[in-house]
C-alpha cells in the first residue's frame, strides 16, 4: 500500500478540487524540497528563495479572501498543510505563521489601510511577516504579558521582547502584542522601524529547517496608524492561534504519513531471517497500530475542517484535534523508527526527524496540558487553569 490513508480511502470524502489543490501541492514539494530537506534540517538552514515559489502557488494566506490571496475552502488549506509537513514542519510551519497568524491577524482586525499595504505583499511571498505573542515568562499565560505600549502624542511607544518567534529573524513585517491601558492591542511593525531587532536562537534540536527568533522592542515609536484597530484585547491574538492550531492538526497527519509510508517501505526490502521483517507478526501489529491511529487522525481532521467551512467550528474542537493528532503523530513517528532499527537515526530517513519537529509542534500554539483543560472545561464548565 503506497499511502496507509487507503486503508479507509480517506481521499473519497474529498471532492474534486481539494484532491487537484492537495496533489498540486504534494507535486511542487516532491520536486522542490523532498530532495533537499534532510540537508536543510542537517545545517538547520530555511529555504528563503522558496517563499515567491510558495506565493505563486497560492499557499500563502490561501484560505483568506481577497487582496492576492486564493481564497479557498479550510480542508483546501489544511490538506496543503498536510503535505507541507509530510516534508518537514518547518515548511509547514512557515506558511503557517505567514498566512494564519501574520497575515490573519492583518486581515481580520487590521484596517483597509494595513490590508491594501502588506496582505498582497505577504500572499505574493514579496514580503514576509511574523507573529509576537509569546514571551520569556509568558507562553501559556499571554495575559501577562509584559510588553507595554504607551501613548506618546499621536504616537505609540513600545518596549518589551518576545521569544520562539518562528519567521522573526526573517520578517519584513512583525505583529506584535502589547500590554495598553485599554488592555491588550496589536500593532504592526515594519523591520526598519528603529529600536527593533532580532536574535535567531541557535543550537536547536527540533525545527532546524525553520528559523526561529527573539524579538526586541526597545523605545519602538510607531505611529498610530500601526495599531490593528479592530483587536482588542485577548480575542484578538486568541483567534489568530485557532487559525493556525486548524492546520496543524492537518499538518502532524501529514508527518504521521511520511512517517507510516517510509516505514512500510523499509520493512518490505529489510531482509532478516531469510525474509523481510514486514512478514513478522511483532512488525505487522506495530504497522497495522499506526495505521488504524493516522486514518483515525485523518477523519478528525477532515471532519473539523468541514465544520470550519461551514462556520460551525468551536474552540474545544480545535484543542481535540490538536491534542490527539500530533500526540498519535508523535507516537507514529516514533514507532516507525523502531522497525528502520538503527537506520531510523540516520537522517536519510524521516521518522526520527519527524518526531523531534512534532516535539516543538506539541508545545507551541498550546502545549498537552492547555488543550486537556480546555477541553476539560467544556465537559465540565469549571476553567481549571486561571
Not at 481521499?11 to 536543510?40: C, G, K, M, N, Y
Not at 503535505?83 to 482586525?109: A, H, K, N, P, T
Amino acid at each position: 500500500m503506497t499511502d496507509p490513508l487507503d486503508l479507509l480511502d480517506t481521499a473519497s470524502l474529498l471532492t474534486e478540487e481539494e484532491r487537484d489543490i492537495q496533489r498540486t501541492v504534494r507535486d511542487f514539494l516532491d520536486d522542490r524540497t523532498r530532495p533537499h530537506i534532510a540537508e536543510w534540517y542537517d545545517s538547520a538552514t530555511f529555504p528563503r528563495d522558496l517563499v515567491p515559489e510558495l506565493g505563486k502557488l497560492g499557499l500563502l494566506g490561501m484560505h483568506l479572501d481577497g487582496y492576492g490571496c486564493a481564497g479557498t475552502n479550510a480542508v483546501s488549506y489544511g490538506l496543503a498543510c498536510l503535505e507541507l509537513e509530510g516534508i518537514d514542519s518547518g515548511l509547514r510551519s512557515f506558511v503557517s505563521v505567514q498566512g494564519s497568524l501574520s497575515m490573519y491577524s492583518i486581515w481580520r482586525w487590521g484596517s483597509e489601510e494595513q490590508k491594501s499595504e502588506w496582505l498582497p505583499r505577504l500572499a505574493a511571498g514579496e514580503a514576509i511577516g511574523c507573529f509576537g505573542l509569546t514571551e520569556p515568562d509568558f507562553g501559556s499565560n499571554p495575559a501577562g504579558m509584559r510588553t507595554r505600549a504607551v501613548r506618546d502624542g499621536d504616537d505609540w511607544v513600545i518596549n518589551g521582547s518576545k521569544t520562539w518567534i518562528t519567521n522573526g529573524g526573517l520578517a519584513d513585517i512583525a505583529t506584535v502584542w502589547a500590554q495598553t491601558d485599554d488592555g491588550i492591542r496589536g500593532f504592526l511593525v515594519p523591520r526598519a522601524t528603529r529600536g527593533f531587532t532580532t536574535t535567531d536562537i541557535k543550537q536547536k534540536l527540533s525545527l532546524r529547517a525553520s528559523v526561529t527568533s527573539s524579538l526586541h522592542l526597545e523605545d519602538v515609536r510607531l505611529p498610530a496608524s500601526a495599531r490593528l484597530p479592530e483587536a482588542r484585547g485577548l480575542r484578538g491574538p486568541l483567534a489568530c492561534l485557532n487559525e493556525a492550531r486548524f492546520g496543524i492538526l492537518f499538518g502532524a497527519v501529514g508527518a504521521a504519513r511520511d512517517s507510516l509510508r517510509t516505514a512500510l517501505q523499509y520493512a518490505d526490502s529489510r531482509i532478516q531471517f531469510d525474509r523481510p521483517i514486514s512478514a513478522f507478526q511483532l512488525t505487522q501489529k506495530k504497522l497495522a497500530d499506526m495505521a488504524v491511529a493516522l486514518n483515525s487522525a485523518m477523519l478528525v481532521a477532515l471532519h473539523l475542517g468541514r465544520l470550519k467551512d461551514r462556520h460551525e467550528l468551536r474552540v474545544e474542537q480545535v484543542s481535540v484535534g490538536k491534542l490527539n493528532n500530533v500526540r498519535e503523530a508523535i507516537a507514529i513517528a516514533r514507532e516507525c523508527r523502531t522497525i528502520l532499527g538503527g537506520s531510523g537515526i540516520s537522517g536519510e530517513y524521516s521518522p526520527l526527524r519527524h518526531a523531534n519537529n512534532l516535539e516543538s509542534v506539541r508545545t507551541y500554539e498550546g502545549t498537552d496540558e492547555v488543550h486537556t483543560l480546555v477541553i476539560g472545561q467544556a465537559l465540565t464548565g469549571q476553567a481549571a487553569y486561571r
